[in-house]
Structures are given as structure tokens and as C-alpha cells.
């Protein structure tokens, strides 16, 4: 099954995102905890987006498509902005950050712990995709 | 539309948020706002009530970070208070239990400022 919406980015959208990914989820049987931690993780791939790729410039798509089956609920985030390095931001770094008043990464380090997978590619020259898999055993 | 409301108050020296909705980057300025004003007027003891807060995204908890040092150098604190388990996890998730005082109730966190006198 699959369900995709594409929206402009700004961060007024984050709220149409978040309806979208809930309704999915909601409506394919997961569970309401499971369902918030994933729309969380999404909602941190697109404010990245927003700010990062598309540097805080409206009016870009944002192209969010929900894939599942029986063992997993995938969430396919698609930009057209600039290339984005997720080893620039190093999980390890997370703890000393807080300790030091410094919020740097704080989003990609709530990806990384929300969903059992995080995944970043770029076709080159083209666009930038996350994917965000959440497996059922 | 707007998801998310700030509502001020105070306790004899110790100014209370109230934050209500959603919080996430479309909204986190108008949080970062609030916690400007309070400090424009050199009043450092904050207490986040969170009892109507429905959703935190990193963002929101940047706010937290970005005024906690300038707080804590003028004998200050921002402590948090209310938060559902929905609220509390993503706290919990980044390691904010072991930084911030986050207590169960108002009344706690207004206990912890005037034992600091």
C-alpha cells in the first residue's frame, strides 16, 4: 500500500505532515506510541528539509511517501534541495552538546532513536531522499 | 491557523510559561520570544508549565538549550514541569533529565527556587 502527499516547504506544513503520517499509521493498526514516534522522526526529516536543503526558502516540494506491508512502515522523504552530509552530524557528539548549551543535531539524533532505520541518499545532482523504516516482527 | 498559545503568569519572583498546542519549528520562535522577554527584564527563575503541551519537536527543546547558560550565569534556572509521558519521553530521549530539573508538579519546581534562596 501506498499514500503520498507533497507539500511546500514551510514550517507551516510541518503541521500537515504530521495530520498525514498519523492518519496512515493510525488507520493501518499501529499503535498510538509507535505511531508518534515515527510522526516525530518525520517531522525532524522535514524541518531539516526546510532549513537545510531548501534554506529556509518556501514555495520547494516536499514529497512524503508512506510504503508498508506487513513487516514494515516506511516513510520515503524527497527533496530537490542541496546535498545534506548525515555523517556531519555524529550521534556520539549528542550528550557533550547538551552539556555544553550547544543544540546542534538534536534532530537527527531523535531520528536515529525514534525509528529502527534512517537511511539518507542523494541522486546526484537531483535530489535527496530519507527513508525512515519502522520493521514489525 | 495557529496551534499553539503561551500564556504568562508569576509567583513572586519566579515567571511561569504556560504553553499550550503544538510545539514544533513553526512555532518555536514564538516560545524563544517569550524567554527573551523574560530575560529583556533581568528575571532568570522560569518554570515551562507543560500540563497542555501536545507535541515537542526538536526544535521547541532547542529553545530550552539556547537560553539555559545565560539563565544559570545570572543565578537563574528554567525548570519544566507537567509533562505527559508523551512529552517527558522525547525529554528523556536526548538526555534532558540529567541537565534540567523536571518536576512532577508546579508546586515542586516553585519548592526547588525558594530552597535555592
Redesign the interface.
Same mark, same amino acid.
Given at each position: 500500500m501506498k499514500n503520498e502527499i507533497i507539500v511546500e516547504s514551510?514550517?507551516?506544513n510541518?503541521?500537515v505532515v504530521?495530520k498525514f503520517v498519523t492518519d496512515v499509521a493510525l488507520k493501518s493498526g499501529i499503535d498510538e506510541d509507535t505511531t508518534?514516534r515515527i510522526v =516525530?522522526a518525520v517531522?525532524?526529516a522535514c524541518?531539516n528539509i526546510?532549513?537545510h536543503a531548501y534554506k529556509n526558502v518556501s514555495n520547494y516540494p516536499i514529497e512524503v511517501c508512506v510504503i508498508q506491508n506487513k513487516n514494515k512502515f516506511e516513510v520515503v522523504i524527497t527533496d530537490y534541495g542541496k546535498p545534506f552530509d548525515p555523517n556531519s552530524v555524529k550521534n556520539s557528539d549528542?550528550?557533550d552538546n547538551?552539556?555544553n548549551?550547544?543544540?546542534g543535531g =538534536?534532530?537527527m539524533?531523535?531520528m536515529r532513536?525514534?525509528v529502527d532505520e534512517v537511511d539518507f541518499s542523494r541522486v546526484e545532482g537531483q535530489k535527496n531522499i530519507v527513508r525512515l523504516i519502522k520493521y514489525f516482527s | 491557523?495557529t496551534?499553539f498559545k503561551i500564556n504568562f503568569r508569576e509567583n513572586s519572583d519566579v515567571q511561569i510559561i504556560d504553553l499550550k498546542g503544538?510545539l514544533?519549528?513553526?512555532t518555536a520562535p514564538e516560545f524563544e520570544n517569550a524567554i527573551q522577554q523574560i530575560i529583556n527584564n533581568k528575571q532568570y527563575k522560569i518554570i515551562v508549565n507543560c500540563k497542555n503541551l501536545s507535541?515537542i519537536?526538536?526544535?521547541g527543546?532547542?529553545v530550552f538549550?539556547?537560553y539555559?547558560?545565560e539563565v544559570r550565569k545570572n543565578k537563574g534556572d528554567i525548570k519544566i514541569t507537567n509533562a505527559s509521558p508523551?512529552i517527558y519521553n522525547?525529554f528523556d530521549?536526548?538526555?534532558?533529565p540529567?541537565?534540567y530539573e523536571i518536576t512532577k508538579t508546579e508546586e515542586d519546581a516553585l519548592k526547588k527556587f525558594s530552597r535555592r534562596i
Amino acid at each position: 500500500m501506498k499514500n503520498e502527499i507533497i507539500v511546500e516547504s514551510t514550517t507551516s506544513n510541518l503541521v500537515v505532515v504530521r495530520k498525514f503520517v498519523t492518519d496512515v499509521a493510525l488507520k493501518s493498526g499501529i499503535d498510538e506510541d509507535t505511531t508518534n514516534r515515527i510522526v =516525530l522522526a518525520v517531522d525532524e526529516a522535514c524541518t531539516n528539509i526546510i532549513r537545510h536543503a531548501y534554506k529556509n526558502v518556501s514555495n520547494y516540494p516536499i514529497e512524503v511517501c508512506v510504503i508498508q506491508n506487513k513487516n514494515k512502515f516506511e516513510v520515503v522523504i524527497t527533496d530537490y534541495g542541496k546535498p545534506f552530509d548525515p555523517n556531519s552530524v555524529k550521534n556520539s557528539d549528542i550528550k557533550d552538546n547538551l552539556k555544553n548549551y550547544k543544540k546542534g543535531g =538534536l534532530g537527527m539524533f531523535l531520528m536515529r532513536s525514534l525509528v529502527d532505520e534512517v537511511d539518507f541518499s542523494r541522486v546526484e545532482g537531483q535530489k535527496n531522499i530519507v527513508r525512515l523504516i519502522k520493521y514489525f516482527s | 491557523m495557529t496551534n499553539f498559545k503561551i500564556n504568562f503568569r508569576e509567583n513572586s519572583d519566579v515567571q511561569i510559561i504556560d504553553l499550550k498546542g503544538y510545539l514544533d519549528a513553526h512555532t518555536a520562535p514564538e516560545f524563544e520570544n517569550a524567554i527573551q522577554q523574560i530575560i529583556n527584564n533581568k528575571q532568570y527563575k522560569i518554570i515551562v508549565n507543560c500540563k497542555n503541551l501536545s507535541y515537542i519537536s526538536s526544535a521547541g527543546l532547542g529553545v530550552f538549550m539556547a537560553y539555559i547558560e545565560e539563565v544559570r550565569k545570572n543565578k537563574g534556572d528554567i525548570k519544566i514541569t507537567n509533562a505527559s509521558p508523551k512529552i517527558y519521553n522525547v525529554f528523556d530521549i536526548l538526555g534532558f533529565p540529567m541537565l534540567y530539573e523536571i518536576t512532577k508538579t508546579e508546586e515542586d519546581a516553585l519548592k526547588k527556587f525558594s530552597r535555592r534562596i
